[in-house]
Each structure stands twice: as C-alpha cells, then as structure tokens.
C-alpha cells in the first residue's frame, strides 16, 4: 500500500446524505484503486443523523458498481478534528467549520478546489441531477489524485 501525505481524510456537505456520501465512497474507491491506504469518512454541517444515504445517492452509485448502502449520516463535531484533510462541497461548509472549528481553518478546503468550482446540492431533484453531481464531485476527486501523489482514476 501506498503511503499518502493524509491518512484520514472527511467530505463534508450539508445533510450528509447526498453529496457526501459519494464524495466519500469515490474517494475511498480510488485510494484503493490506486493501492493507498487512508481512512475516508463523511459528515454533515447540518446532518440528517441517523438517516441513511438517500436513494438517488445510492441508485447512482450503483450505477457505478459502488455502493453506500451501509452509510449512516451524521455531524459533523469535535472528534472530526482527527482528519488531517476536510473536504467540503461549498464555501458555506468551509466557513461553518472555520467558525466552529477555527483550529481546523488550515486544512479545510473545497472538493472542487483546483477546478475551481462548488458542488451544489442535488437534494429535492430528479435522479439525472443527482448523476449530474456525482460526475462533478468525480471529477474533483480525481483533481486530489495528484496532490495526494496519485494518477487519477487510480
């Protein structure tokens, strides 16, 4: 296995049951494509707890041959101070945790950072807004490959 500049790693958005949850599992699919080992997890700045990972998240990812069926949401907190890198889809996110996590200000950034770009949720829309999401959020996973010393797409 490869070693990583990161060994745990969070994506974050809103509910943590739409964006996140595939941000987490594509990240998490090409580490191991890749052979890397990190820890990859996913939380919510305003988690739906508990809940499972919503149906369009999961017929999507599916459609990849990727699963987040086990995936349970939940908030984002303190113990997240752990992750040496924070993933967020918008610069709400960002701006939450810097307000609420200001130690943690130096190593949150946007998934779309080098493509300069947020992910907007898909929440409320149809299942082609979602697979519309999950290729943005796919591209800027693959934009991260590099700068965690990794080809993308593994």
């Known amino acids: 296995m490869s070693r990583l500049p ?19 599992v594509m990240l998490r699919d090409r580490l191991l494509a890749a052979g890397a080992d990190a820890e990859v997890a996913s939380a919510g700045t305003g988690a739906v707890v508990g809940a499972g990972a919503h149906e369009h ?24 101070s752990r992750f040496e890198l924070i993933l967020v889809m918008e610069g709400g996110h960002k701006r939450w945790i810097e307000r609420h996590y200001p130690q943690l200000a130096g190593r949150t950034y946007l998934l779309g950072h080098w493509l ?19 290729g943005h959020i796919e591209r800027a996973v693959d934009s ?9 797409g593994g």
């Open 144 to 152: 991260w490959l590099p700068r965690l010393g990794l080809s993308a």
């Open 57 to 80: 998240t999961i017929e999507v990812l599916e459609e990849r041959g990727l699963s987040a069926r086990e995936h349970v949401a939940r908030q984002f907190d303190a113990s997240d």
């Open 116 to 134: 300069e770009e947020e992910i907007a949720d898909p929440i409320g829309r149809p299942l082609d807004t979602f697979r519309i999401s999950l």
């Open 6 to 24: 990161f060994q745990r790693m969070l994506v974050v958005c809103t509910g943590n049951i739409c964006r996140s949850p595939i941000g987490e």
